[in-house]
């Protein structure tokens, strides 16, 4: 396992490194623009002073005279504060005072990685206090935004700092838990890339290394203290807090994203009473937010700048009377409209998993996830997610349930849930759930999947398996059949199958088992 890690970690280290050269255009293209707009670069001092790189950029009317609405936009994992350089700029133009910065322990800010604690909110309202004494900010009208950790530290800064009347948080999380340990399982290779780019591009402290190091590690001892430190760093904790301040929160992801699941987005949104938006599209980790760091047209920023123009500048945008939830299908064209979550998923069908079947386990079946970044990219530019022949799957190594051939095609929206009776022969395990569309061949394409793992079970006793798969939004074309794959190894997770495990799926009729799929109503 140890070799594994650092194999994974080794390779991170390398995708990230060629990456940040090839995407070295996140700063060109925007830095081009920016020698002729007025860019100041600054260092504000964060909390304990430490130094935190950043630029500011006004509208080019701005004399003193007036005051204007304040965006802060603080940076992704991994990026330097020119990432936003090109929509700061727009911003700009539209009448906004923005300051974007690197966040602590990346690149020239000072101080180490604290993935989203406490200093990392802090050094946000730092920001505010320095932006409203040295621009022409309005105090009444702040709000914040960010790509991924960038969103994921606004929504922490819109708990704690009730100044924040609005965000738009992309391609972030709610849950760190929920993202990267979903089903008390590693996402391993989730984990590796992220831990590879602060290699290359930060500074981790000893905490954020042992925690690394724990979760590679399977240190079940501590467990409890990795799901304190997550929920520490998650603003799903401070939900009421957030709810209290009265933010407008615009949450937007990927169904393909490989990081951070759209399941979380969704659960968080719910929760939420105060103004709010969910947006989902195909892709994989701010994949769909990309084109617009380069200045190019994209939904994902124009939303966001509607969402401020509204609620920061009181435009009557109708953005506040559009329907809440925004999907679009990862086979279909356009977008749909919901008034909440719960009506995506309001209509569903169970296909039942009768009869009882044994797999071995520790062997990938052929059945798998993907790989972190690519495939959702795949699935997004060229509707190509991971594929898999049905009548190809070893038995020994998966268990398979096929639904009847549908004769009307099958919009699958939301979160499809697998229950069944599970009984293995060892004390731990992890199995992994596939949902496919399977055509007339037998070729099936991957609607959604999801890890899950147990430690303690008493050997060849049964008990219950509820598995929130990841959500999604996938036309199932007439003709065609879903069905459920579960085995027990795929690349993407660590998994706890001790060697000759075997794992037994039964229907009691007490209790049958199912997969309940969330079907859009027609």
Same mark, same amino acid.
């Given at each position: ?35 002729? =707009? ?14 935190? %790189? ?71 309202? %730092? ?37 924040? %009347? ?21 996402? *391993? ?122 609620? @920061? ?28 979550? %719960? =009506? ?11 009869? =009882? ?34 009548? @190809? ?18 919009? *699958? ?73 579960v085995d027990t190894v795929d690349p993407l997770y660590i998994e706890h199958n001790p060697s000759g495990a075997q794992l037994t799926f039964s229907s009691p009729a007490e209790d049958p088992s199912y997969v309940s799929v969330p079907l859009r109503e027609q």
């Open positions: 396992m140890g070799n594994r890690r650092q194999a994974l970690r080794t390779t991170a280290v390398g995708a990230v490194s060629a990456t940040l050269i090839a995407g070295g255009a996140l700063g060109l293209a925007p830095a081009a623009q920016a020698a002729h =707009s007025g860019v100041r670069f600054v260092d504000i001092a964060g909390e304990g002073g430490t130094p935190l %790189k950043a630029n500011v950029v006004t509208p080019a009317d701005a004399d003193g005279s007036r005051s204007y609405p304040l965006i802060v936009l603080p940076t992704s994992w991994g990026l330097p504060q020119a990432e936003y350089l090109a929509q700061a700029q727009k911003l700009a133009d539209s009448g906004y005072v923005v300051l974007t910065y690197n966040v602590r322990g990346f690149w020239q800010s000072g101080g180490e990685i604290e993935v989203a604690g406490p200093p990392d909110t802090a050094d946000a309202s %730092k920001v505010i206090d320095w932006a409203l004494a040295n621009t022409p900010a309005d105090p009444e009208h702040v709000g914040m935004a960010g790509v991924s950790y960038g969103a994921g530290i606004s929504l922490l800064a819109a708990a704690h700092d009730r100044r924040i %009347k609005a965000v738009a948080a992309l391609s972030g999380w709610a849950d760190l838990i929920g993202s990267i340990y979903s089903g008390r399982t590693q996402h *391993v290779q989730a984990a590796a890339l992220l831990d590879g780019a602060a290699t290359v591009t930060g500074r981790e402290g000893p905490e954020v290394r042992q925690v690394f190091d724990d979760f590679y590690a399977s240190n079940l001892a501590q467990e409890p203290e990795l799901v304190a430190w997550g929920k520490k760093r998650s603003a799903d904790t401070y939900i009421d807090d957030l709810n209290k301040n009265g933010a407008a929160v615009m949450l937007a992801g990927a169904w393909g994203d490989s990081i951070f699941p759209a399941n979380q987005y969704a659960d968080f949104y719910q929760g939420l009473t105060g103004p709010k938006r969910l947006e989902l599209r195909p892709g994989d980790h701010a994949t769909a937010e990309l084109t617009g760091l380069f200045g190019l047209p994209n939904d994902v920023w124009t939303d966001t700048g509607r969402w401020f123009d509204h609620y @920061l500048k009181g435009a009557d945008n109708g953005i506040d009377r559009e329907q809440p939830v925004q999907l679009k299908s990862r086979t279909a064209g356009g977008y749909e409209g919901y008034p909440d979550w %719960k =009506s995506v998923t309001a209509t569903r069908r169970k296909i039942a998993l009768a009869g =009882s079947t044994t797999i071995h386990a520790n062997v990938d079946s052929g059945a798998d996830g993907g790989v972190v970044f690519l495939t959702g990219i795949l699935d997004q530019v060229a509707k190509l997610p991971p594929v898999a022949s049905l009548p @190809l799957l070893p038995r020994r190594w998966a268990a398979v349930w096929q639904s009847e051939k549908y004769a009307d095609a099958q919009q *699958v929206r939301g979160t499809a849930q697998l229950h069944t009776t599970l009984t293995p022969t060892k004390e731990s395990g992890t199995l992994v759930a596939y949902l496919y569309d399977v055509g007339p061949l037998g070729l099936g394409k991957l609607v959604t999947h999801a890890p899950y793992t147990w430690h303690g079970r008493t050997p060849g006793q049964s008990f219950d398996v509820d598995l929130d798969l990841f959500s999604t939004a996938y036309d199932v074309p007439a003709g065609h059949r879903l069905a459920l794959v």
